[in-house]
């Protein structure tokens, strides 16, 4: 079973069973909390329910079971709880945390549509931008890291993927809380090749967001929560021009030696007392 970076297992189960008119294949996601051999306890992930496995491989005549201690496909976190507890978007949720965006995400009375890129999608931003990166994690900058933030969040409807792409198709685009142009989203055809963390593309479509000239896929669709939906996508939706850089965040070279300092360098040396060597009287 291939595992991607996070220690999450995409396991060839679709979930939920796909009837014949769905394009888009969605799996299982299997991970262990808690650090490897310190009592760590599998976990699975269906449809963005989270469930612990509490007792594994029971022998049937027909099969093997697992037992989990929650429904799969049903929701029982708010947002704020799954971007807690999911190795694979534990980027976003440390980004959060600043100005205290995450706690917006824990009230149940409103809905959300929240388009959160994977630990991977922030550090290919910060491989093509690493002082924006840095200037967005640093925690000084708060502004620059909630308006980044609101460019992936729509408040007050909560939009599966086909939702947002029949708004596409009627509406030209989903407007996000931020963003000066609507977000379009897509169905692209089935395609040879692995996603992130081993999901297989060959059999299924996949979602597409489109922002500015470039689009970002939807590795993990649909992750219902009880107050709104979570898309993992693949790239942060940012622009480098998106966050206005200040001299704190970059890496400052050596400051270089100044003609009046090296003046006063030799001034010093001048006044220093001199030590005359010689023989005895």
Not at 26 to 36: A, P, V
Not at 98 to 124: C, G, I, K, M
Not at 138 to 147: E, F
């Amino acid at each position: 079973m291939p595992q991607n970076e996070h220690g999450m297992f995409s396991a060839d189960v679709p979930f939920p069973p796909a009837s014949s008119g769905d394009r888009v294949r969605r799996l299982l996601w299997l991970y262990f909390s808690g650090r490897e051999g310190f009592n760590s306890t599998l976990m699975v992930d269906g449809e963005g329910t989270s469930a612990r496995v509490v007792e594994a491989d029971i022998g049937a005549t027909d099969g093997v079971i697992h037992v989990v201690d929650a429904v799969l496909g049903v929701p029982a976190q708010n947002l704020r709880q799954k971007l807690a507890g999911d190795p694979m978007l534990s980027s976003a949720f440390s980004l959060g945390q600043q100005a205290h965006f995450n706690d917006r995400l824990a009230d149940e009375e409103r809905r959300f549509t929240y388009l959160v890129p994977s630990n991977s999608a922030w550090e290919a931003l910060r491989r093509e931008f690493a002082t924006a990166h840095k200037q967005l994690f640093m925690g000084r900058y708060a502004y620059q890291s909630t308006t980044v933030l609101e460019g992936h969040i729509r408040m007050g409807e909560a939009l599966s993927m086909a939702e947002l792409v029949n708004r596409t198709e009627e509406e030209g685009g989903v407007q996000m809380l931020r963003g000066f142009l609507p977000l379009k989203f897509s169905l692209e055809d089935a395609r040879e090749g692995g996603g992130e963390g081993g999901a297989s593309s060959s059999t299924s479509s996949s979602y597409l967001v489109y922002f500015d000239f470039w689009s970002a896929r939807v590795i993990r669709p649909d992750l219902r929560c009880t107050n709104g939906y979570v898309h993992v996508i693949d790239r942060v939706l940012m622009r480098r021009r998106d966050v206005v850089p200040h001299k704190s965040a970059a890496v400052a070279p050596a400051p270089a030696p100044t003609l009046q300092a090296a003046a006063a360098a030799a001034a010093l040396v001048a006044l220093a007392p001199k030590v005359v060597v010689g023989g005895g009287l």
